[in-house]
């Protein structure tokens, strides 16, 4: 089954760290998805932006409506995901939890919905 790994944290948390740190969790994350790649785990994933480029769109009425940003005020901002293959939930939760800023931010672990 795949699980999409949504991956979040405060961005202004890497501008508080120094450069060695943020080197050491890019490291981590190199580390990490070398890891998912050669288990055979990894289906797909990237990082974002920051939420600061993002555009929010809604249709309301039949008329298209975009703004700036996210569409909520949030502690903690989507920063990347990751998209594997794992034989249940279990499997998919152990792997979530080795993601480097699973430590100073949250993973978000979805299924991805089959359709029949």
């Known amino acids: 089954m795949q699980?999409?790994?949504l991956i979040y944290e405060n961005e202004g948390l890497g501008k508080q760290r120094s450069d060695?740190?943020?080197k050491k969790v890019f490291g981590?994350?190199?580390?990490f998805t070398e890891a998912i790649k050669t288990s055979g785990h990894l289906r797909g994933g990237d990082a974002l932006?920051?939420?600061a480029t993002a555009t929010t769109v809604r249709v309301r009425d039949g008329?298209?409506?975009?703004t700036d940003g996210?569409?909520?005020?949030?502690k903690e901002q989507l920063g990347g995901y990751y998209l594997i293959e794992a034989?249940?939930?279990d499997e998919a939760l152990k792997i979530a939890a080795r993601i480097p800023t699973a430590e100073t931010g949250s993973i978000e672990v979805r299924p991805v919905?089959?359709?029949e």
């Open 87 to 89: 034989k249940d939930l």
């Open 113 to 115: 919905m089959v359709w």
């Open 20 to 22: 060695a740190e943020n």
């Open 49 to 51: 932006e920051p939420v």
């Open 28 to 31: 981590g994350y190199m580390e």
């Open 70 to 74: 996210p569409f909520a005020e949030t």
């Open 63 to 66: 008329k298209t409506l975009t």
């Open 3 to 5: 699980y999409l790994l």
